[in-house]
């Protein structure tokens, strides 16, 4: 009888299980429609990344502010120039890096913090999880839009990195109440008993055994958030309390237009579609997710 245990083992290796960040890409690349949101996204991306070798002045230059600022489209600026002669393709080039860049360290601060804030709630339960929540109502209530420019009316020279906090430490709310939601409809489940009854400890059990398994509503969360924050800095920074100048963001780009859009259309235009464009790709990144993870709850 063993000679056959081991030959049906031969027979029938056991699957490897797939990962849950596996198994969201793999979610991504089944559809044309994300799949080539994917491939838009990634082109965006790796034009940030190699800003510093692919744009064609340095973004800050203003070489000659009075013969050279406001000049339309043409084959040495195919994108224009601003009103201080600087270059706007190599302002948007660098925009995107930025503007990325910010959207992606902010979710992950939300991230952080929303995770942590709504596994605690939920799994601790009772007294605490009231507590926390009645606390969460009160941040919830506040505009953020509203929250983030009276604080940075108040500071209004911050650096990129106190952008980032602000954006970060407000963002986290709507989270943690869907993380929350998971691990309350988990905490009782059967493997999460077993390994209670093997003597795993609370931060274990939240570590390995909760949260892998809030992979792919997390993933879908940080998608769309990515998204909401590139719009609400470049939507800051347009009101002149983003991110400061000579520094080259989507939002600020746009300001530097904005009082003369009928002849500097180019302002605009540039920076204001490949914002539209990258948001479009994000979004529809996560509702793909958001659709797979629907079908297999």
Do not use: C
């Amino acid at each position: 009888m063993p000679g056959q245990t081991q030959e049906f083992a031969l027979a029938n290796p056991a699957r490897p299980r797939e990962s849950p960040l596996a198994l969201v890409v793999r979610q991504l690349l089944r559809g044309k429609l994300s799949r080539t949101a994917l491939v838009v996204l990634g082109i965006i991306v790796l034009v940030g990344l190699l800003a510093p070798f692919i744009a064609p002045y340095d973004p800050s230059a203003q070489p000659d502010i009075v013969a050279l600022k406001d000049l339309p489209p043409s084959l040495a600026h195919p994108f224009g120039t601003d009103p201080y002669s600087r270059d706007v393709l190599s302002r948007v080039i660098y925009g995107a890096r930025l503007s990325l860049l910010i959207g992606v360290l902010a979710t992950i601060v939300s991230l952080t913090l929303g995770v942590a804030y709504g596994a605690i709630a939920g799994y601790a339960g009772g007294f605490v999880d009231a507590v926390m929540m009645r606390l969460l109502d009160a941040l919830l209530s506040i505009p953020r839009l509203l929250l983030l420019i009276g604080a940075l009316v108040a500071w209004p020279r911050l650096s990129v990195g106190a952008l980032v906090l602000f954006l970060g430490f407000t963002g986290w709310f709507g989270l943690s109440r869907i993380v929350r939601g998971q691990v309350l409809a988990m905490k009782h489940a059967e493997f999460v008993m077993a390994a209670r009854a093997l003597g795993a400890s609370r931060r274990r059990i939240l570590l390995r055994h909760l949260l892998p398994n809030l992979v792919s509503p997390i993933v879908v969360a940080a998608t769309l958030g990515v998204a909401h924050v590139i719009v609400l800095e470049a939507g800051l920074s347009y009101l002149g309390i983003g991110v400061p100048q000579p520094q080259a963001s989507w939002g600020n780009i746009i300001q530097d237009g904005a009082d003369q859009i009928a002849t500097l259309w180019w302002m605009s235009l540039f920076p204001g579609l490949l914002m539209v464009l990258t948001v479009m790709t994000l979004n529809i990144l996560g509702e793909a997710l958001r659709d797979s993870y629907e079908r297999r709850s």
